[in-house]
C-alpha cells in the first residue's frame, strides 16, 4: 500500500513539473507565435522625386515677378529651359532662357546658382536672391525636328499676325545647320529646345510634326518644311 502510495506521489510531482515546463519561452531559434496570426510585411515606401520635372514659382525673391509668372524645365539629361511670362500694355508674351543643371546647381546665362530640393518644393538661389518653387509636371520630351529646310509663312510681332517669307532654317541629324535671316545666313546648332546662332544667340522653338514654331521675346515665327 505504501509503495502505490509513493508511486501516485511520484506521478503527481512529474505531472506538476511537466505543466509548469510548458509555459517556458521557446529555446533560442524556435519560433514565437505572433498575436493576431501572421506578420503583415510593411508597404514599401515611395523613394522620393529627384529634380526632374517642371517648376512653377510659388514664392519670389524678386518683386518682380509673381507667383505662377516663372517655369523653369529640368530634363534627364541635365539640360531645360526657364520661362518668364511678360506683360505689356494688351497682351502678353514669354521669354526663354537656356539652362544646365546638376546635382544641387541650376546655370541660367553662364552663371551658377544654388538649390535645394525638400519633397515638391525647389529653392533656388540665383544672383543673390532665393526663390520657392513647386512642382507643377513631368518633363516631357519633345519631338525633335525632322531633317531639311523650313521656311517661315507667319510672323506674330506684339500679339499681331503678319504674312511673312523672309526667314528660314535648315536643320541636319547631326545637330547642326544654318539660319537665314535679314539677308544673311549664319551657321546653327540645335539641341531638343533650342536652335543656337553663330554660337551666341539661342532661340527656343517648338515642333508639331509639321510646323515650328520660334519664340524670340515679342515675336513667334511659324515655319513649315519646304
Same mark, same amino acid.
Given at each position: 500500500?505504501?509503495? $502505490?502510495?509513493?508511486?501516485?506521489?511520484?506521478?503527481?510531482?512529474?505531472?506538476?513539473?511537466?505543466?509548469?515546463?510548458?509555459?517556458?519561452?521557446?529555446? !533560442?531559434?524556435?519560433?514565437?507565435?505572433?498575436?493576431?496570426?501572421? &506578420? #503583415?510585411?510593411?508597404?514599401?515606401?515611395?523613394? @522620393?522625386?529627384? @529634380?526632374?520635372?517642371? =517648376?512653377?514659382?510659388?514664392?519670389? *525673391?524678386?518683386?518682380?515677378?509673381?507667383?505662377?509668372?516663372?517655369?523653369?524645365?529640368?530634363?534627364?539629361? *541635365?539640360?531645360?529651359?526657364?520661362?518668364?511670362?511678360?506683360?505689356?500694355?494688351?497682351?502678353?508674351?514669354?521669354?526663354? &532662357? /537656356?539652362?544646365? =543643371?546638376?546635382?544641387?546647381?541650376?546655370?541660367?546665362?553662364?552663371?551658377?546658382?544654388?538649390?535645394? $530640393?525638400?519633397?515638391?518644393?525647389?529653392?533656388?538661389?540665383?544672383?543673390?536672391?532665393?526663390?520657392?518653387? #513647386?512642382?507643377?509636371?513631368?518633363?516631357?520630351?519633345?519631338?525633335?525636328?525632322?531633317?531639311?529646310?523650313?521656311? !517661315?509663312?507667319?510672323?506674330?510681332?506684339?500679339? /499681331? /499676325?503678319?504674312?511673312?517669307?523672309?526667314?528660314?532654317? +535648315?536643320?541636319?541629324?547631326?545637330?547642326?545647320?544654318? =539660319?537665314?535671316?535679314?539677308?544673311? +545666313?549664319?551657321?546653327?546648332? =540645335?539641341?531638343?529646345?533650342?536652335?543656337? #546662332?553663330?554660337?551666341?544667340?539661342?532661340?527656343?522653338? $517648338?515642333?508639331?510634326? !509639321?510646323?515650328?514654331?520660334?519664340?524670340?521675346? /515679342?515675336?513667334?515665327?511659324?515655319?513649315?518644311?519646304?
Amino acid at each position: 500500500m505504501k509503495k $502505490l502510495l509513493v508511486l501516485l506521489l511520484t506521478l503527481a510531482m512529474i505531472l506538476a513539473l511537466a505543466a509548469c515546463g510548458g509555459g517556458k519561452d521557446p529555446v !533560442s531559434g524556435g519560433t514565437s507565435p505572433v498575436s493576431g496570426g501572421e &506578420t #503583415v510585411p510593411s508597404a514599401p515606401q515611395p523613394t @522620393p522625386a529627384g @529634380p526632374v520635372g517642371k =517648376w512653377t514659382l510659388s514664392e519670389s *525673391g524678386d518683386p518682380a515677378y509673381a507667383p505662377g509668372q516663372i517655369t523653369m524645365v529640368l530634363d534627364e539629361t *541635365g539640360s531645360g529651359y526657364q520661362a518668364i511670362t511678360q506683360f505689356k500694355e494688351n497682351f502678353s508674351y514669354m521669354d526663354f &532662357t /537656356e539652362l544646365r =543643371w546638376s546635382e544641387g546647381a541650376i546655370f541660367l546665362e553662364g552663371k551658377g546658382g544654388a538649390f535645394l $530640393l525638400q519633397g515638391d518644393t525647389l529653392t533656388f538661389t540665383w544672383d543673390g536672391m532665393s526663390s520657392a518653387y #513647386v512642382r507643377s509636371g513631368t518633363a516631357d520630351t519633345p519631338l525633335a525636328p525632322a531633317s531639311g529646310s523650313y521656311s !517661315s509663312y507667319v510672323v506674330y510681332e506684339e500679339g /499681331e /499676325e503678319y504674312p511673312d517669307s523672309s526667314f528660314s532654317i +535648315t536643320v541636319n541629324a547631326d545637330g547642326s545647320g544654318t =539660319w537665314f535671316s535679314y539677308g544673311e +545666313t549664319h551657321p546653327m546648332t =540645335w539641341n531638343r529646345y533650342f536652335f543656337t #546662332v553663330d554660337g551666341d544667340q539661342s532661340f527656343y522653338y $517648338l515642333y508639331d510634326g !509639321s510646323q515650328l514654331k520660334i519664340f524670340d521675346g /515679342e515675336y513667334l515665327i511659324l515655319l513649315k518644311q519646304s
